[in-house]
C-alpha cells in the first residue's frame, strides 16, 4: 500500500461503466482536469462537476473517476475517487473548438429521488438491516452491509408521504431503518458500491490521518477555525411514537457549571428527535428508560458547541467521517477532529479541502 506521506505526481483517468453489466468498457480521453468532487456528511449523496471538449453522451451508463499517483521511489497506486451519473451536460462553442460542463451526482441519487408506488407494510421482527440492504439491491445498487440483529418492534408502512409518519422516498425508509439500528446512513465507496456500517462514535474512531506541522507537514499553513454556538440545546426530548404507544424521553442540562444548562442560560432552548419505533424493553418502564437514555445520550452532542476547522491537504484515502488527529500548536488547533466535507480538485496533487469538526463543552 502506498506512503501518502511522501511526494507524488498524479493524473486522473475517466472511465465509462456500463450500468448494465458494472464493466468499464471505455476510457473518456475528452474530460479535462480542474472538476471538482464533494463528499459531504449533510449530504444523501457525493457530487461535482467536469469539464470536457467535444462532447459527452453516455446515455444511462456512469463516469467512474480514478487518480493514479506515482511516487518517487517508483511505487504507483490507483484509487477509484467516485463513480457517478452524468447529467445536464452543457456545450459551449468557442471558435472551432467545443467546449463544455456537466454534474455529477453519486449512484445514491438513484434512490433519493425514487418513490414507492404506494404503501408497503413492513411487519414487526423484520431486520432492520436486511430489509434497508433489499430495498437498495431491488433498485439495482450492489451493498456491502455489517451484519446486525436488530428486529422492528412494530409494524411499519412505508410509501407514505413523511408528513403522515411515513417514509415516501426509498432513500429516506432505507436511512431510518439503519438509524434504528444504530447504523451510519448509507454511503457510497469510489466503485460505487453502497457501504451500510455501524455508527461508531467519532471519539472511538482510529486515526485515518494526522495533521501535525512541521517539516514533513502536507497541509497549508492557513485554516478557517470556527465555533459554532448558536445552535446549543439545553432540553432534548427523543419521542418514540407508534400506532400502539408513545413514548418520550426526556434530558435537562441543568448543571451550573455548564456553560450552555438552563441555569447558565437563564432559559430553556429544546430540540426534538422523533422514531418511528419503540425503545428497547418489555415493559413499560423498560422503555421510559430506556427513552431516557437516549434523550440523554442526544443532549451529550446537544450541549455542546461546534468546533469546525477548514483546511487544504493534498490527496489521502480518508473518508466523510474518518477521525482526524490534529497537531497544530502555532495555530492553537489540537485534538481530535471527524471529517464532515472534504472537496477534491482534479489538478496536481489532488488537493482536498477538509471540514473536520468536533463537540466540545
Known amino acids: 500500500m502506498a506512503d501518502w506521506k511522501k511526494r507524488f505526481s498524479c493524473s486522473y ?10 464493466a468499464e468498457v471505455e476510457r473518456l480521453r475528452n474530460i479535462r482536469t480542474g472538476g471538482t468532487l464533494e463528499f459531504n456528511q449533510d449530504s444523501d449523496y457525493e457530487t461535482g462537476t467536469i469539464d470536457y471538449t467535444g462532447e459527452l453522451s453516455l446515455g444511462a451508463d456512469l463516469l467512474r473517476v480514478y487518480l493514479d499517483a506515482e511516487f518517487q521511489d517508483g511505487t504507483s497506486e490507483s484509487v477509484a475517487l467516485g463513480t457517478f451519473i452524468v447529467s445536464a451536460p452543457r456545450r459551449d462553442k468557442v471558435g472551432a ?3 463544455g460542463s456537466a454534474r455529477l451526482s453519486g449512484r445514491l441519487r438513484e434512490v433519493a429521488e425514487d418513490e ?6 413492513v411487519p414487526a421482527g423484520t431486520n432492520a438491516v436486511s430489509y434497508a440492504v433489499g430495498l437498495l439491491r431491488s433498485a439495482g445498487l450492489e451493498v456491502v452491509a455489517d451484519p446486525s440483529d436488530f428486529k422492528l418492534s412494530s409494524t411499519w408502512a412505508l410509501g407514505l408521504d413523511d408528513s403522515g409518519g411515513g417514509m415516501s422516498k426509498r432513500l429516506g425508509a432505507v436511512n431510518r431503518l439503519l438509524d434504528l439500528a444504530g447504523f451510519s446512513p448509507a454511503r457510497c465507496d469510489g466503485m460505487g458500491r453502497v457501504i451500510l456500517s455501524r455508527y461508531v462514535e467519532p471519539a472511538d474512531r482510529p486515526v485515518a490521518l494526522t495533521l501535525e506541522e512541521g517539516a514533513s507537514a502536507r497541509f497549508e499553513n492557513s485554516a478557517v477555525d470556527e465555533r459554532d454556538i448558536d445552535d446549543v440545546a439545553n432540553v432534548v426530548h427523543a419521542v418514540y ?5 408513545t413514548v418520550i424521553g426526556t434530558a435537562v442540562d441543568a448543571d451550573p457549571a455548564s456553560e450552555f444548562s438552563t441555569v447558565s442560560r437563564g432559559w430553556r432552548k429544546a430540540k426534538s428527535y422523533t422514531f418511528s419505533d419503540l ?3 418489555s415493559t413499560q418502564g423498560e422503555r421510559q428508560a430506556a427513552a431516557d437514555a437516549k434523550a440523554a445520550e442526544l443532549l451529550r452532542t446537544q450541549a455542546s458547541s461546534i468546533r469546525r476547522v477548514t483546511v487544504t491537504h493534498v490527496h489521502a484515502p480518508v473518508s466523510v467521517g474518518d477521525a482526524v488527529s490534529v497537531a497544530w500548536p502555532s495555530a492553537r488547533i489540537e485534538g481530535k477532529f471527524a471529517i464532515r466535507k472534504r472537496t477534491l480538485t482534479l489538478v496536481g496533487g489532488c488537493p482536498m479541502e477538509l471540514e473536520v469538526r468536533r463537540y466540545e463543552r
Not at 13 to 22: K, Q
Not at 116 to 121: L, N, Q, R, S
Open 13 to 22: 483517468r475517466f472511465m465509462r461503466v456500463s450500468r448494465a453489466t458494472g
Open 97 to 99: 473548438v467545443a467546449t
Open 116 to 121: 414507492f408506488d404506494g404503501p408497503v407494510t
Open 241 to 245: 411514537e407508534t400506532a400502539e404507544e
Open 279 to 281: 425503545p428497547a424493553g
